[in-house]
């Protein structure tokens, strides 16, 4: 019995680790905020709220609404693409189906940094220049955005069962009237999910914004970036905090109207 | 005559240059319920397809009760269509399933109500509007399925192996309540199945097919007692083939055949050419046992019993034939008397009225 539980134990051990790992420095990063002083400590040297109050300024909060705006038009956008694009992969044999696919998905493989790097070069020869700021970076969150919603949409696609169109078919319903209300009801959880994949993407990138924010237009993850510059204060610290809290109130709220878990959670996604 | 139901002409349907349907004619008459059976692959559910109209005949043309409908989408056709996976929408309740035939055809909702009922009330499911399709049994499921194909009166009902899913003693229930409430319905039925049982119990006829083709259509009692071609002979219940040779150019009726110095007529469906092997087929259940020759106009078989297979009403006695082939004979166990012990010299005897010679090769 006891040599058998070693897998068990090993286990048991791998998954506190795990999640130490993860908690830990989000409980340092939380604490250090509410330090008295102006200083990273941790455990933190008194009790202040001075560091939030200065998250809180417009300084801080105009990137996070830039961030959240974006990522919203980035998430909504890839989610109106990758619908059809999922669709047409799923259902359609086509020549270029396979260049298609490695479009759609390529993204995911390639590192951020190179694509931000070619899309800036190629807006430059374009000479569509004067699109930097939100435009340029919608395309580019669009860009590494859509392989999230395509996967997911393409997910739930495969696992409803295809006779279940050729049933509504049978029973009198009209092509549109079966996209309407059989396809899409089944897939809206993969759509959405994948939604909600795209934001978050969208929200914590950095690489490509880097290259296709300007000043004044600047996603928040920028906009901390240049504050380390000058070394991890604690103001940061709150505003680390901050943005950690937005996608989590926002899988809250999908995850109650949608069963996007089944796509967060596990591989069996359906409906 | 009416119309046939479901009339198909010469219908063809390739895949790539592969024919999965080769040409085939068949009728169901009104109220009828025909069963196509045959082997995986061999295009049951592309013929079940092309009638639901969610394939193209490459040829040939359908009519449904003497309409053409060669150009009519599927959700012009009016047929109830039953699929193996059920097919039921899980998100929405078995009431919601059973009308969407309903609303689509834009029925009012009183009337949506009460026919969903009855009809849920004909399967046997009646109170369980409410449930999800998901939170049921296979049998339930089927049910519903059943329910929601019925409601909008098809034209035809489609079942493609409904079955299939279900284990044995509830196929087994399921088998004769389908029966049950097509005779109640009177709607035309066509089944798909690769279960002989199933086509033997259900059908008023069955058509059984072989790859692409059609290779008998006729009663269950026809198709087991004067199967049409090797393939059927061999494909329905248990069969003994034994190599004989055909005496004269025969067949459509009957033909002379030699085994040994045995010469007998027998039933030929098809032709057959003088003096060149055949096939002689013979049911288990109709031969009998003897312990020495009588040498009259029955084909008697000399052989040694090799082994008893006890099946509870039955037993199955192999018997190793002197010229080297073997054969089944099967004993109703009915009077307590016991088989010849296994290495027991035996005679194998089959009237030659329960013996059907074919061509060795089938070809359909
Ligand atoms: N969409 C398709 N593309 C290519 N070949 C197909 C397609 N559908 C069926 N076939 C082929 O056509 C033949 C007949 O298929 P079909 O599904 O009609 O058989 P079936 O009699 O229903 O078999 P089963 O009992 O296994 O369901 C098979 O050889 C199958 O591989
Ligand atoms: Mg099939």
Excluded at chain 1, 69 to 83: D, K, N, R, T, W
Excluded at chain 2, 56 to 80: E, N, T, Y
Excluded at chain 2, 255 to 265: D, E, H, N, P, Y
Excluded at chain 2, 322 to 350: K, Q
Aim: hydrophobic share 50%; charged share 15%.
């Amino acid at each position: 019995m006891r040599t058998r539980n070693i897998p068990w134990a090993m286990l048991r051990g791998t998954v506190v680790l795990l999640y130490l790992f993860i908690l830990v420095p989000i409980v340092i990063t939380v604490s250090v905020s509410f330090n008295a002083v102006n200083q990273s400590k941790f455990p933190p040297l008194g009790f202040s709220l001075r560091w939030w109050a200065d998250a809180m300024s417009a300084r801080w909060l105009q990137p996070l609404a830039f961030s959240i705006e974006l990522g919203l038009v980035a998430a909504v956008l890839s989610m109106l693409l990758g619908m059809p694009l999922a669709f047409a992969l799923v259902r359609h044999r086509f020549p270029g189906r396979d260049a298609l696919t490695t479009l759609a998905l390529g993204p995911l493989a390639l590192p951020a940094l190179v694509t931000g790097i070619g899309l800036l070069q190629f807006i430059h020869a374009a000479g569509l220049g004067f699109l930097f700021g939100f435009p340029t970076l919608l395309i580019g969150h669009v860009l590494i955005c859509l392989p999230f919603s395509v996967r997911t949409t393409a997910i739930s696609l495969r696992a409803m069962p295809p006779n279940l169109e050729l049933a509504a078919l049978s029973l009198g319903a009209t092509p549109s009237t079966v996209l309407r209300e059989i396809t899409l009801p089944l897939v809206k959880s993969g759509v959405f999910a994948g939604g909600v994949f795209a934001f978050i993407h969208s929200f914590t990138d950095y690489s490509i914004s880097l290259f296709l924010s300007r000043p004044g237009t600047q996603p928040i993850t920028i906009t901390i970036l240049s504050f380390l510059e000058y070394g991890f204060a604690p103001t940061l610290a709150a505003v680390a905090a901050l943005t950690l809290v937005v996608p989590l109130v926002l899988i809250a709220i999908v995850q109650r109207v949608f069963r996007i878990g089944d796509f967060l959670y596990a591989e069996n996604a359906r409906g | 005559m009416a119309d046939a139901a479901v009339s198909l002409r010469g219908v063809r349907k390739l895949f790539g240059s592969a024919a999965a349907v080769d040409g085939i004619d068949l009728d169901a008459q009104q109220g009828e319920f025909l069963t196509l059976l045959g082997p995986s692959g061999c295009g049951k559910t592309t013929t079940l397809n092309m009638i639901a109209g969610f394939l193209h005949p490459d040829a040939g043309s359908i009519h449904l009760a003497g309409r053409k409908v060669d150009d009519l989408p599927p959700f012009r056709r009016d047929i109830g269509l039953v699929f193996q996976d059920y097919a039921l929408f899980p998100h929405m309740t078995v009431a919601e399933n059973v009308a969407f035939g309903l609303r689509m055809r834009r029925v009012d909702k009183a009337e949506i109500a009460k026919r969903v009922a009855a009809a849920l009330d004909l399967v046997k499911l009646t109170g369980l509007d409410d449930r999800r399709p998901l939170a049921m049994s296979g049998g339930q499921r089927q049910r519903v399925a059943l329910a929601r194909a019925l409601v909008i009166n098809p034209k035809v009902l489609l079942l493609d192996e409904p079955l299939s899913n279900l284990d044995l003693k509830l196929r087994e229930t399921m088998r004769l309540e389908i029966t049950e409430v097509q005779r109640r319905t009177g709607v035309t039925t066509i089944l798909v199945t690769h279960d002989q049982g199933e086509a033997l119990v259900m059908s008023d006829r069955i058509a059984v097919m072989n790859r692409g083709r059609i290779e008998q259509v006729a009663d269950a009692r026809t198709i087991y007692e004067r199967p049409a071609t090797r393939f059927v002979a061999q494909f329905i219940g248990n069969m003994n083939l034994l190599d004989v040779v055909a005496v004269g150019p025969g067949g459509g009726t009957t033909c002379a055949v030699r085994f040994g110095a045995q010469t007998l007529t027998v039933a030929a469906p098809q032709k057959l050419e003088a003096e060149q092997h055949v096939l002689l087929a013979f049911r288990p259940e109709r031969s009998t046992l003897l312990a020495r020759p009588k040498d009259d106009a029955a084909l008697e078989l000399a052989g040694t019993v090799r082994q008893h297979v006890y099946l509870g009403t039955r037993t199955e006695v192999h018997v190793k034939l002197t010229n080297g082939a073997s054969c089944v004979v099967e004993l109703a166990n009915d009077r307590g008397g016991t088989p010849p012990a296994i290495g027991s010299a035996v005679t194998v005897r089959i009237d030659a009225a329960d013996c059907t010679a074919y061509p060795t090769e089938s070809c359909g």
